[in-house]
């Protein structure tokens, strides 16, 4: 079984940069595809972003809400996914989990299997 876990968040100023990291242990990312997904207070989680490793050339997706702010990527041998996160905005003000899945990406949180406890991002305006 695999397990994520996330670090990376904290609080930063709005037009700052923030690097998220999702490590995984127990199975390797090869077979799966990684999402970034985020939730604020009082509202529903929301897709963020995803890579997949089981497909030629590592497809990634974003939101529209965070393309051309938002880059995610792997590492194959650290096991570890980042979600590099540029010109922050309040709005971007959440808890961000990433999440696994042996398919292709989806944007639904509902379709994925494994999840990481969490990590809070703050932008202060």
């Known amino acids: 079984q695999m397990q994520l876990v996330e670090s990376g968040g904290g609080l930063v100023q709005a037009g700052g940069s923030l690097r998220l990291s999702c490590a995984a242990s127990g199975r390797t990312f090869s077979s799966y595809s990684v999402g970034w997904f985020r939730q604020a207070p009082g509202k529903e989680r929301e897709f963020v972003a995803s890579?997949?490793?089981?497909?030629?050339?590592?497809?990634?997706s974003y939101a529209d809400s965070v393309k051309g702010r938002f880059t995610i990527s792997g590492d194959n041998a650290k096991n570890t996914v980042y979600l590099q996160m540029n010109s922050l905005k309040p709005e971007d003000t959440g808890v961000y989990y990433c999440?696994?899945?042996?398919?292709?990406?989806?944007?639904?949180?509902?379709?994925?299997?494994?999840w990481g406890q969490g990590t809070q991002v703050t932008v202060s305006s």
């Open positions: 890579i997949s490793w089981r497909w030629s050339g590592y497809p990634t």
């Open positions: 999440a696994g899945r042996q398919a292709y990406p989806t944007l639904s949180p509902f379709e994925y299997d494994v």
